[in-house]
């Protein structure tokens, strides 16, 4: 080979090493984009975990909060329900059997 045949190759081998690394700095590029896009995505989906979670909790202390008011309600609804009854089966006694009857003496 010649001095100017060698000369070419170095020429050739250069070309090809900078094309080289300019592919290899577009991949690296692109690599770091995919991973930036991939850590926005777990980042917003742990963001939106957490905020479920949280939304959760507050469900369920509302939910547990309404479930006691409606227990008490209930029991409220069932002694006066109870003392009615009660009521209506004293006189029942009274008017139909024509005695003197002392509620909730039985």
Avoid: C, G, N
Avoid at 2 to 12: D, T, V
Avoid at 28 to 53: D, Q
Wanted: charged share 50%; net charge negative; hydrophobic share 40%.
């Amino acid at each position: 080979m010649s001095l100017e045949e060698l000369i070419e190759e170095e020429r050739k081998a250069m070309k090809i090493i900078e094309e080289a690394k300019i592919e290899a700095e577009k991949i690296i590029s692109e690599a770091k984009k995919k991973a930036e896009e991939i850590l926005s995505k777990v980042t917003k989906r742990e963001f939106i975990e957490a905020r479920v979670k949280e939304e959760e909790k507050k469900a369920e202390a509302e939910a547990e909060e309404i479930r006691k008011k409606h227990e008490v309600e209930a029991e409220k609804i069932k002694s006066i329900a109870e003392e009615r009854i009660q009521k209506a089966v004293d006189l029942v006694l009274m008017e139909v059997l024509k005695i003197e009857w002392s509620p909730r003496s039985y």
